[in-house]
C-alpha cells in the first residue's frame, strides 16, 4: 500500500439531519480515506463520491435472510470495502471466527476490500496472550483464504476501542510485527495492517510515526467532520 488508508468508523451514530450536516462539512473523497457510515446511510456519501465501507455483510450472496446486506449487493452499488470481524460484532453480536472467515470469503469473492479485525481483550493483554489470540483469530478467519490482494488488517486491541486508553507506540509495533510473520507464514504474503482504537487528532502525530503501521481505523472521531479533517491532514501530510 503506497500510501495510508485512512477509514472511519462511524458505527451506529447520527441521524440523518445529524449525516446532511456532516456531508455539508466535510469532503475528504480521497482514494485513500474511506467511510463506513450506518448502512442505511451509504447512498448519501456514495452521491458525493466517497470511497464508502459497509461495518459489515453476510456471507451469502442473495437469498431470504431477513435484514442482511451481501457482498455482491454492496459490490452493485459501488460499495468497496467492508470492515469484519469487529470486536463489537464478536461481543455483542455473538459473531464467531467461523462466520467471520464466511464473510471474508464472500466477500473476496465479490471483489470487495475486506478489513479484518482482530485484536486482545485487557485481561488478555495483562495475561501475556496478545499474540496467542491474535494467531488464533488469524489463523480461523483466514482458513481457506487464497485471494489475499484485497485483504488488510485492523489490529483494534479491544480495551482502546473508545476508551481513551492505547498502547504504546512500541506495543503497537511489535504486535503489528507479530501480525506480519503470522500472515507471512500462512498467507505467503504480507498485508497491510491498520491500527484502531481512540485515534484522534490529539494523538494522531505521534502514531503515524510508526513504521509498520499502514493506515488507521477510526471509530469516534470520524463522527465529527472536523476532528476526522484533522487526522486525515495529519496522516496524509
Ligand atoms: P474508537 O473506535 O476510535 O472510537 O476507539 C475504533 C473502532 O472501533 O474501530
Known amino acids: 500500500m503506497e500510501n495510508k488508508l485512512i477509514v472511519g468508523n462511524m458505527k451506529m451514530n447520527l441521524t440523518y439531519e445529524e449525516i446532511v450536516r456532516y456531508l455539508n462539512n466535510f469532503n475528504e473523497t480521497k482514494d485513500n480515506v474511506v467511510i463506513c457510515p450506518t448502512s442505511i446511510y451509504v447512498p448519501l456519501f456514495l452521491d458525493k463520491q466517497f470511497k464508502v465501507g459497509l461495518q459489515n455483510v453476510f456471507y451469502k450472496d442473495m437469498g431470504a435472510y431477513t435484514g442482511e446486506i451481501s457482498p455482491k449487493q454492496a459490490k452493485s452499488l459501488g460499495i468497496s470495502y467492508v470492515i469484519i470481524g469487529h470486536s463489537e460484532r464478536r461481543q455483542i ?4 471466527d467461523e462466520t467471520i472467515n464466511l464473510k471474508i470469503i464472500e466477500s473476496l469473492n465479490s471483489n470487495l ?5 482482530i485484536g486482545e481483550t485487557l485481561d488478555e493483554r495483562q495475561n501475556n496472550q496478545t499474540n496467542s489470540v ?4 488469524l489463523t480461523e478467519d483466514l482458513k481457506n483464504v487464497n485471494e489475499t490482494d484485497n485483504l488488510i488488517i485492523a489490529y483494534e486491541p479491544i480495551w482502546a476501542i473508545g476508551t481513551g486508553l492505547t ?7 511489535e504486535t503489528i510485527d507479530f501480525i506480519n510473520s503470522t500472515t ?7 498485508i497491510p495492517v491498520l491500527y484502531g482504537g481512540s485515534v484522534t ?16 481505523l477510526v471509530g469516534g472521531a470520524s463522527t465529527k467532520a472536523d476532528t476526522f479533517t484533522n487526522i486525515i491532514k495529519e496522516v496524509l501530510k
Open 113 to 117: 476490500k475486506v478489513i479484518l479485525c
Open 134 to 137: 491474535i494467531k488464533n483469530q
Open 184 to 190: 507471512e507464514k500462512l498467507l505467503s504474503k504480507k
Open 93 to 96: 453480536l455473538k459473531e464467531t
Open 201 to 216: 487528532d490529539e494523538n494522531i502525530e505521534e502514531l503515524n510515526t510508526i513504521s509498520n503501521v499502514s493506515g488507521f
Open 167 to 173: 498502547p504504546t507506540n512500541s506495543e503497537i509495533k
